[in-house]
């Protein structure tokens, strides 16, 4: 059973930085594709990055240049280095996983909650002027 914890929320101010990190454990095999995903207040969850095990990385455009996704094959971890963070950043942010390649459509900036069956507990980013 695939178990994802994240950390590294909190609050900061608008053009400041953070970086998330998304601790996997409980799969073995070579392919995956993780993502990070957030949820405003009031919001659907919406698909902010992925990356897969062949290093493809897509990003939405409200993020594209700012956010960088990465991972840590040897350490098991997945990261969100978040600069010039600004007030609508602000959301519940969750790590999810699934065991193959990402998806064709995320190179289009679409993510599917369904896509991922395995998911994290959040982490809260706060960004305050």
């Known amino acids: 059973q695939v178990q994802l914890a994240e950390s590294g929320g909190g609050s900061v101010q608008a053009g400041e930085s953070l970086r998330l990190s998304c601790a996997a454990s409980?799969?073995?095999?070579?392919?995956?594709?993780m993502g990070w995903f957030r949820q405003a207040p009031g919001k659907g969850r919406e698909g902010v990055a992925s990356i897969d095990s062949d290093g493809s990385d897509n990003y939405a455009d409200s993020v594209k240049g700012r956010f960088t996704i990465s991972v840590d094959n040897a350490k098991h971890v997945l990261y969100l280095e978040m600069n010039s963070l600004k007030l609508e950043d602000t959301a519940m942010y969750y790590c999810?996983?699934?065991?193959?390649?990402?998806?064709?459509?995320?190179?289009?900036?679409?993510?599917?909650?369904?896509?991922?069956?395995?998911w994290g507990q959040g982490t809260q980013v706060t960004v305050s002027s």
């Open positions: 409980g799969y073995t095999g070579s392919n995956y594709c």
């Open positions: 999810a996983a699934e065991l193959f390649l990402c998806p064709a459509m995320h190179a289009l900036g679409r993510w599917r909650e369904n896509d991922f069956p395995y």
